[in-house]
């Protein structure tokens, strides 16, 4: 969860003069959005202009190669409603651009060309393995696509990342819940951190190439990071004020989410969106904290019997016997009555121990309660 997103170029031999290449980053991760199975991915958005200077574009992920899977989003996102979805605005799908491209357009005017992505001829990949620190991956868009990014107006490139459980720890811890043996419910914290470019938890290795003579940062004139969670989720607190939240609209978003994900009802999703526009954005981060319920019934079940089946064994116990001996008829004390006593205070420490467990929790969730209402 340490590593950062990084995002540069390399310019061409004769580059423009005027500004660097400009962009806009936005990142949506999805979570857990089926329970029990690998639903976990990364929507990357890259919105460039003034890109006449661009000869590759690399992208960096801290994630292991092996455990993802990209997908180009421009085949799911030329119709009008996911357009509009994505850039918030009424926009829609304009004219075919070949050979992988189309061009949305917004208010009768041009809005951008959005360029589609072949895996297989128009980005190399680089690896790195270098331990959990420095592990991820390059992806380096070639010169010949991004000569389709030079020239007027914005140009934009989405991509999709599908994550396994593993590979989403990159942006993602969770930690047990809170509470005790008599508790039907327990709560267990989720920490949701994404970095971008910031660069002393980028790999070494990363920072090497980024610093080559022809490299170069982009003017980066705004940042978006949406994190998307099903309403079992609540969120707690987070780095930074957050830009707004909402529910997100099944009608809009239908067709979206991957094939395998179809059957999902989107209105149960709540979209949290972070930004800094504040340009350039040199870097950002967005640490955001969830808690949810889990099902802790059997135990408490179990608890409760176990609590019960002391409590009257000690009721038959000092009903029978003596609190710490008994004399026998010479009036010496017998043995037993010693470890009678022994049995006796185990019991009354197994008690005090539940009930100080089930309190602890009691206690800890109603202080989590009171403070996301926003007491002290």
């Not at 868009?141 to 396994?164: D, T, V």
């Not at 094939?259 to 989107?266: A, E, F, H, V, Y």
């Not at 955001?288 to 038959?316: C, H, I, M």
Request: hydrophobic share 40%; with cysteine; aromatic share 12%.
């Amino acid at each position: 969860m340490t590593s950062s997103i990084a995002l540069w170029y390399e310019q061409t031999q004769d580059p423009a003069k005027g500004e660097r290449a400009k962009v806009e980053v936005h990142f949506n991760l999805w979570r857990h959005l089926v329970k029990k199975e690998e639903s976990n991915f990364l929507d990357v958005g890259l919105l460039v202009e003034n890109g006449d200077e661009i000869k590759t574009l690399n992208l960096f992920l801290p994630i292991a190669f092996d455990s993802t899977e990209v997908i180009d989003l421009s085949k799911v996102l030329n119709d009008d409603k996911l357009l509009s979805g994505v850039f918030n605005d009424v926009v829609k799908f304009g004219a075919e651009i070949p050979p992988n491209s189309f061009t949305a357009e917004s208010k009768g005017k041009h809005f951008l060309t959005f360029h589609g992505v072949d895996r297989d001829h128009d980005v190399a990949r680089i690896d790195y393995d270098g331990g959990e620190a420095e592990c991820g991956f390059q992806l380096t868009f070639n010169a010949e696509f991004c000569r389709r990014l030079h020239g007027p107006g914005k140009h934009y490139i989405r991509l999709r990342f599908l994550l396994s459980d593993a590979a989403a720890t990159a942006f993602s811890t969770k930690r047990g819940g809170e509470g005790g043996i008599l508790v039907s419910t327990l709560w267990y914290e989720e920490f949701t951190e994404l970095r971008f470019n910031e660069m002393r938890n980028v790999p070494k290795l990363v920072i090497a190439r980024m610093e080559e003579p022809a490299s170069k940062l982009f003017n980066v004139t705004a940042a978006h990071c949406f994190i998307i969670r099903d309403l079992s989720f609540e969120h707690v607190a987070s780095h930074g004020a957050m830009q707004k939240m909402r529910r997100m609209e099944a009608h809009l978003w239908n067709g979206y989410l991957p094939k395998n994900l179809s059957g999902i009802n989107i209105g149960n999703m709540m979209i949290y969106h972070w930004r800094a526009n504040s340009a350039p954005v040199d870097n950002f981060v967005s640490l955001a904290r969830f808690r949810a319920p889990t099902n802790n019934f059997w135990y408490y079940v179990a608890g409760v019997v176990l609590l019960g089946g002391l409590g009257s064994a000690l009721e038959d116990f000092l009903s029978s016997r003596h609190w710490v001996g008994y004399a026998d008829e010479s009036g010496a004390i017998a043995d037993g009555g010693v470890w009678a006593g022994l049995e006796i205070a185990g019991i009354i420490l197994v008690c005090v121990f539940l009930f100080a467990r089930t309190r602890s929790s009691i206690w800890h969730q109603t202080k989590s309660f009171f403070k996301s209402l926003g007491g002290k």
